[in-house]
Nanobody
Framework: QVQFVESGGGLVQPGGSLRLSCVAS????????MSWYRQRPGKEREFVAG????????KLADSVKGRFTMSRDNGKNTVYLQMNLLKPEDTAVYYC???????????WGQGTQVTVSS
């Protein structure tokens, strides 16, 4: 059974940083490209970042370019989202899934809440 467990969210001031983690299970991480998504209040879930099988190629949404980056550790079945220079509009619940820029699995984790506010 495919499962994703996201963590690392919290309340941060504008300009701050957070590092999100996502532990995946039910499949071999190295066989899947991986991605992060977010759902802002009142909005549809949207793509944020994607990484290829071994972390060599990263795709970022225009809204986060220059501020976010994504990495992975296949040995730990974990992907990360490093978020810098956070803005209030980054406030959202963040999710991970397999796939490079669109979700591969229908199942989702509980997500992790990121709130950017002074």
């Amino acid at each position: 059974q495919v499962q994703f467990v996201e963590s690392g969210g919290g309340l941060v001031q504008p300009g701050g940083s957070l590092r999100l983690s996502c532990v995946a299970s039910g499949f071999t991480l190295s066989t899947q490209q991986m991605s992060w998504y977010r759902q802002r209040p009142g909005k549809e879930r949207e793509f944020v970042a994607g990484v290829d099988y071994f972390g060599g190629v990263i795709k970022l949404a225009d809204s986060v370019k220059g501020r976010f980056t994504m990495s992975r550790d296949n040995g730990k079945n974990t992907v990360y989202l490093q978020m810098n220079l956070l803005k209030p509009e980054d406030t959202a619940v963040y999710y991970c899934n397999a796939g490079f820029d669109r979700p591969h699995f229908n199942s989702w984790g509980q997500g992790t809440q990121v709130t950017v506010s002074s």
